[in-house]
């Protein structure tokens, strides 16, 4: 009894500590499973947070670089201005039309400027933009430090993101243009510049898609030279939570981009369903420790041999799960970044047959996968790229390496389009190859763009011809390949004559399209091989190769004229145009590209002297005549101030009574080499160099300081002074004539200035306002030579005229010619009817004086009353009292 009892009793505590051992291994499990599992929770987010920050690098980073390329690719437009602008000498054509085509290339544009000198002078579009036309960059204290730093630098800087005076935010991309000075230096010509709307960069950068994708950015301003940063473009105000950084390289600068997902680097759905794992995983170990306890203690070792075994099981099967779910992961981003790419993706298996392609892959080609899978790339092959390279590439990929270049290809359509593609091979484990990966990037907007390029670097935009660049590289080549083999060709150098009148009278647009349809022509006339080339202006250039003789050429250069003696029918105006041409002949006149333009160019002028519309070949004699012209030209420069000049005056008499009424002031050049010059020759010469304005302003003073000399000595007598075109254009011919006469108190009335009909036709506007300022100060007004050029009576009206000078054209064969009599006669009627005085020039016989007096001419002037002579000598005629033949 007290052994069963005793029995009993150890049986109960023996009970009571297993089940308190139980207990305390159920808890234990419990709170060991728990604790593992925060642990692996723990860990898990750590990994997911540095997992998602990886992901958001590789965005950033391609983000950036999207930014980068789209800037890069609205700053291209002022790199494509400055080589149009130094091509063309800095001379501004059809800005409008190109500047809106570029904008349209390149997208992202928010307007193109040019700004000479600093000063903003083209704007594309102008609609909204017109008010910053004028405004000087350079003056500009608030933006001008990016402005003098890209002219220090030569390079393109950017500036702001700013505020627009015309509204709106951007950034301005200026760069700097350079062209050659007359001295060979490279002078600041002013700016190319391109404002791009920061709402429409980040746009088309597709930062406004990450942030529909649930990421908050923010884009950040530092400029080199200062530490100062500016936020210009954030999702919401509020700070990023622990932010990706992404430095972007910018001119003069960086941009820093923040990138970080909007909820957060916590995934709270995550959290929650992980804890819950955790939790029901401990409640399931301790109820299997609880159950597992229960056994006899016998079988407690094995219980707790088998539960260790659980145990590492259970690790095992934890690490297992967590690497499938990262292979799964893994799995899944690269599908989407496949899926998702901006480039076409196709496999193919080891024998080229096509398994996969993405969507991109449908956009570029227009083929669906249905169409291609099991078939190879060859249904994109087009002919175009060389069997060479097909070779090189299957050889580079079959051998394990990656192959990368461009091919050209055919769409689905039969559209070839340009491709930039990198194949790899894919390998298993052992090495061998099972599958080729192909990554393609359609450029052919780049190709196009680069195409355009070129053909603007090297041709002129207006007629599609060469340009001057293009025809002096071809010329170096004709003269190097021509100098081996020893044979010969011609440069033709052609220049339209007058061409300036239709730009004048016409406008340029008529002007421009004259230029393309005798380009047209000229084109048609040349051969396969020879170089038609635009030099700029009216100006044309011809290399014609394989020219046998000199007679050749002038059948060719024969054939150029005629062809445009045709008129040309160009918006409602028939145009005629005749062209001077310049011939030289290699090797027989010079053997160097640059002496035959020489040579081209002194034929071109002796063919202008010898009238226009005819060719001329280049002589040793020309080259002579051209260095006269030089050096005649280089005595000319300060001639006035050497007082080599000297003024004469011939008399002009009263047809009937004889007493001189008036003188015209005539320049002679008297130089200490070459004697006595006449004006035929230094005059068209002081023309074309512009030297005229100050020679003319020397006439004008020193002919107003002989009337002075007159008044004063009691004889008041009016002066002529011949206008030139270029004085009468250039400067402020009013202010000075106003200025000469207060500072030598002479009277209006006795200074006349004479101008000739092209004068008069060629700026109207401009010529009404000066003639009309002369007028108001009691100016005398003469239109020289009437009846020699545009002969066009409406100025005679419009204008305040006061005298007509009939030529001595007309006035020479008065008496034996019917003709001239009938123009002479019906000048003075003319004339008369209006109320204006009329001048006969050139009168040397009685019989042209007795005929003009007969018909009521006022005035007369020639040599049979007297030759030009020095003022003092007009005033001895005056002094003695006899009047001159009347």
């Not at 930014?67 to 409008?96: K, M, P, V, W």
């Not at 500047?99 to 002078?121: C, P, R």
């Not at 002007?511 to 091989?529: F, H, Q």
Request: hydrophobic share 45%.
């Amino acid at each position: 009894m007290n052994g069963l009892v005793t029995a009993l009793m150890g049986h109960t505590r023996s009970e009571a500590a297993l089940q308190f051992r139980l207990r305390m291994f159920t808890a234990l499990s419990f709170i060991l499973s728990l604790a593992l599992g925060m642990a692996f929770y723990v860990l898990y987010s750590q990994f997911h947070v540095v997992r998602q920050q990886k992901e958001v690098e590789i965005i950033a980073a391609n983000q950036g670089a999207a930014l980068r390329e789209q800037l890069n690719h609205c700053l291209a437009a002022t790199y494509a201005l400055a080589a149009i602008l130094r091509e063309s000498d800095g001379a501004i054509r059809n800005f409008d039309v190109l500047a809106a085509e570029m904008i349209q290339m390149y997208g992202g544009i928010d307007s193109l400027q040019l700004a000479k000198d600093g000063v903003v002078s083209h704007v594309v579009p102008i609609s909204g933009n017109a008010q910053i036309i004028g405004h000087d960059l350079l003056k500009d204290p608030e933006r001008n430090k990016e402005a003098l730093h890209a002219i220090r630098t030569r390079r393109l800087t950017l500036a702001g993101p700013l505020d627009l005076r015309q509204g709106g935010r951007a950034i301005i991309g200026r760069l700097p243009v350079f062209l050659h000075g007359e001295n060979g230096n490279e002078q600041f010509w002013g700016f190319a510049t391109a404002v791009i709307s920061v709402p429409e960069l980040i746009g088309l950068s597709g930062l406004r898609e990450l942030a529909r994708s649930g990421y908050d950015y923010e884009l950040v301003h530092v400029r080199s030279d200062a530490d100062e940063r500016q936020i210009f473009a954030r999702t919401g105000n509020a700070a990023l939570d622990d932010p990706v950084i992404t430095t972007i390289d910018v001119p003069n600068g960086k941009w820093i981009l923040n990138l970080a997902p909007a909820d957060g680097w916590w995934e709270p759905a995550l959290s929650w369903l992980a804890a819950a794992a955790v939790l029901l995983a401990s409640v399931l170990v301790s109820l299997f420790t609880h159950a597992t306890f229960k056994q006899p203690l016998l079988l407690r070792r094995e219980v707790a041999e088998r539960t260790q075994d659980l145990a590492q099981a259970n690790r095992t099967l934890t690490n297992e799960i967590a690497e499938r779910e990262r292979t799964e992961e893994n799995l899944r981003k690269l599908s989407r970044a496949v899926e998702q790419s901006a480039n076409a993706v196709v496999i193919t298996d080891r024998e080229g047959i096509i398994e996969y392609v993405n969507p991109w892959f449908t956009r570029i080609t227009g083929y669906t996968p249905q169409e291609v899978l099991g078939k190879t790339p060859r249904v994109l092959k087009s002919g175009e790229t060389h069997p060479e390279t097909y070779k090189r590439l299957w050889e580079t990929i079959t051998t394990g390496k990656e192959w990368t270049g461009e091919l050209h290809n055919t769409k689905k359509n039969g559209e070839l389009y340009w491709c930039l593609e990198v194949i790899s091979p894919l390998k298993d484990d052992d090495g061998n190859i099972t599958h080729f990966v192909a990554v393609t990037e359609d450029i052919s907007e780049r190709k196009q763009t680069e195409q355009t390029i070129r053909h603007l670097a090297f041709h002129d935009p207006l007629t599609g011809l060469p340009n001057r660049r293009l025809f002096n590289d071809r010329l170096q080549q004709a003269t190097a390949r021509r100098h081996r083999k020893d044979n010969a060709f011609a440069l033709m150098l052609l220049d339209l004559d007058r061409f300036k009148t239709v730009n004048d009278t016409l406008g340029h647009d008529i002007g421009d399209a004259l230029l393309k349809a005798v380009a047209a022509r000229l084109l048609g006339c040349t051969r396969e091989g020879d170089t038609l080339a635009r030099m700029g202006g009216d100006e044309f250039a011809l290399i014609a190769l394989e020219v046998g003789q000199p007679e050749d050429m002038a059948r060719m250069a024969k054939k150029l004229i005629d062809v445009l003696k045709e008129p040309f029918v160009l918006s409602g105006h028939e145009l005629y145009v005749t062209t001077s041409m310049g011939v030289t002949l290699y090797p027989n006149d010079a053997t160097d590209a640059d002496a035959l333009v020489k040579n081209a160019d002194i034929a071109l002028y002796r063919a202008k002297d010898l009238g226009r519309n005819n060719f001329q070949f280049f002589t040793g004699d020309m080259n002579a005549a051209m260095m006269q012209r030089l050096r005649l030209e280089s005595a000319m420069r300060g001639a006035s101030e050497r007082n080599e000049f000297m003024l004469q005056y011939q008399p002009q008499v009263d047809a009937t009574s004889g007493v001189i009424h008036g003188t015209e002031a005539l320049i002679r050049w008297r130089h200490p080499e070459y004697g006595m010059i006449s004006p035929g020759q230094f005059i068209p010469l002081a023309e074309e160099t512009g030297m005229i304005v100050q020679i003319g302003e020397w006439i004008l003073r020193t002919a107003c300081t002989q009337a002075k000399a007159w008044q004063q000595a009691g004889r008041p007598m009016r002066v002529a002074v011949n206008l030139s075109a270029r004085q009468f254009h250039q400067g402020d011919l009013a202010e000075t004539v106003a200025h000469i006469l207060k500072e030598l108190d002479l009277p209006a009335e006795l200074l006349e200035v004479e101008l000739t009909e092209g004068i008069l036709m060629e700026d109207t506007a401009q010529t009404t306002a000066v003639l009309v300022k002369l007028h108001e100060m009691g100016v005398q007004i003469s239109i020289d030579d009437f009846g020699t050029g545009y002969s066009s009576l409406s100025y005679l009206k419009r204008l305040p005229i006061q005298i007509l000078k009939i030529d001595q054209t007309f006035v020479r064969d008065i008496h034996t010619d019917s003709d001239d009599r009938a123009i002479v006669t019906a000048v003075i009627a003319l004339a008369h009817s209006m109320k204006l005085k009329v001048v006969a020039e050139g009168v040397e016989t009685p019989e042209q004086q007795a005929f003009l007096k007969e018909h009521a001419c006022d005035m007369m002037q020639g040599y049979l009353f007297s030759r030009p002579v020095s003022g003092d000598e007009v005033l001895a005629l005056m002094a003695s009292g006899v009047p001159l033949p009347a």
